[in-house]
């Protein structure tokens, strides 16, 4: 059996969680192989909303194992409070989620070094979620790094304040004034909380469970533009968003690979800064945002909103090898009368249907006009029954994209979803 994989085609928050969600019952595992609480991950159902951060989103379905992959890196305090939040209702967490012992701990100093780097940069901040991402794999990288399966070790304590030690000398380079006290206790408090889980050896564990046959759905966060090596750099997140990702990310091959499915808006949202060509400035953004209810689900912050971009989307199928496109949000479009869709990039006067190296002034894209399909999606089950004009659409994309469009998503919950069998 292969691992597939479920990951973000634009710059994140296209609805993976949901998606997710829905996939889950159709696996036994469901594994996040990279990122961290920067993502936030939304789903819907029985009028509940929750907002995962660190846990798979299959934890809802009972059947599930879900594992946070050695790729990740794990706040626990964040992950504490989503594991009380999850206990409340009624499921019991620690039966079912394990943690790889090589998943790297974001400590409270990693957040105070983000936050002081943001600040530095001022103007040219990326946006940071300032939830210690980047000082965190940035330790990893540099071999400073502090793991899960350090915690029962005996020198975890030293290693923890020789860590922080060397922090607080480079936070004495920044101008800021912090108070790490209150966090740092609470951190403790998480470390005790996560002894009660199970630390697994992910690379043994996901290639026995794949000879055992067990179905495994990869869940990834953030989204190919924001990818560290493939990005819109240095405007990116600090891990593999990529497929490529989840070989390292979980301890697997690349032959053991299946099924790729890549999601994407039905049209573009970005948060945070960066090149976003498409992106509407005007009414239009505003009307996307509000119909879209598009704010971050970690930051709050206001999503920049524009059209779908088809040479970014071309470029992130090929990277990643996506074998299916889901597509979201296709109700959205419902309040507009007319939507565009941008195909190639116009960089004075010449065409270009690739990502080029800076997308960040001259690009102007070339758009088609589309007309939008009227009234709700909401009890459309089958996708004969789509809208001609939404037919039309996935036609469309499925040609430029030359990937067929097997699943699209036509609201928040749980039960708006068709599968595309036309
Ligand atoms: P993720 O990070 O990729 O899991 O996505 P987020 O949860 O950050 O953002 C997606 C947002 O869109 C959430 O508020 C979802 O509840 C919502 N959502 C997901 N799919 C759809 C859809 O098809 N239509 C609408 N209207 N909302 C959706
Ligand atoms: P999900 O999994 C959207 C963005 C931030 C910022 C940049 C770097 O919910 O799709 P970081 O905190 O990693 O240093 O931020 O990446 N970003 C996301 N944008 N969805 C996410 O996750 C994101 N995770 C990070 O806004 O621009
Ligand atoms: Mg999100």
Redesign the pocket.
């Known amino acids: 059996m292969k691992i597939d994989v479920l990951l973000?085609l634009q710059w994140?928050?296209?609805?993976?969680?949901?998606?997710?969600d829905v996939l889950a019952p159709r696996y036994d595992i469901i594994a996040r192989f990279q990122g961290g609480p920067n993502?936030?991950?939304?789903?819907?159902f029985n009028n509940k909303?929750y907002?995962?951060h660190l846990i798979p989103?299959g934890i809802f379905r009972p059947e599930t194992i879900n594992v946070i992959g050695n790729g990740v890196v794990l706040d626990p305090v964040i992950f504490s409070k989503e594991m009380e939040q999850i206990n409340k209702t009624g499921i019991y967490l620690e039966e079912r989620l394990y943690i790889s012992e090589k998943t790297h701990l974001i400590l409270p100093t990693h957040r105070t070094i983000d936050m002081a780097s943001e600040k530095l940069k001022g103007k040219t901040k990326i946006g940071s979620t300032l939830k210690g991402i980047g000082p965190a794999y940035a330790d990893k990288i540099s071999r400073n790094g502090l793991r899960v399966g350090d915690i029962n070790k005996p020198y975890f304590e030293k290693k923890y304040l020789e860590l922080k030690k060397l922090h607080l000398k480079q936070l004495e380079l920044f101008d800021l004034d912090f108070d790490i006290e209150k966090y740092e206790k609470e951190w403790f408090n998480g470390i005790e909380t996560l002894k009660r889980f199970k630390f697994i050896n992910s690379e043994k564990f996901f290639n026995d469970a794949m000879i055992e046959g067990k179905k495994i759905l990869a869940e990834g966060?953030?989204?190919t533009l924001l990818d560290i090596n493939s990005g819109t750099y240095p405007f990116v997140t600090s891990s593999t968003t990529t497929s490529a990702g989840v070989c390292t990310g979980l301890g697997v091959a690349p032959n053991k690979i299946g099924e790729i499915f890549g999601?994407f808006?039905a049209y573009t949202t970005r948060v945070g800064n960066g090149p976003f060509p498409t992106e509407l400035i005007n009414e239009t953004g505003v009307k996307l945002r509000k119909?879209?209810?598009?704010?971050?689900?970690?930051t709050g912050r206001e999503r920049r909103c524009g059209w779908l971009d088809l040479t970014a989307l071309k470029y992130a199928v090929q990277i990643n090898g996506v074998t299916q496109l889901v597509m979201?949000?296709?109700?959205?479009l419902c309040g507009f009368k007319n939507f565009k869709v941008a195909t190639a990039y116009n960089i004075n006067g010449n065409i270009l249907d690739y990502m080029p190296y800076d997308i960040e002034n001259e690009v102007k894209p070339e758009y088609k006009k589309f007309k939008a399909w009227n009234g709700t999606l909401d009890n459309i089950t089958e996708s004969k029954k789509f809208p001609i004009e939404l037919k039309e659409y996935i036609k469309f994309i499925e040609k430029e994209v030359n990937v067929p469009i097997t699943i699209?998503?036509?609201?928040?919950?749980r039960t708006?979803?068709v599968m595309n069998n036309e």
């Open positions: 973000g994140g928050d296209e609805g993976k969680g949901k998606v997710v993502a936030g991950h939304t789903l819907i909303k907002v995962l989103s966060a953030q989204g999601i808006k119909i879209g209810h598009e704010f971050g689900a970690t979201t949000k296709a109700d959205v699209i998503s036509t609201g928040p919950d708006h979803i």
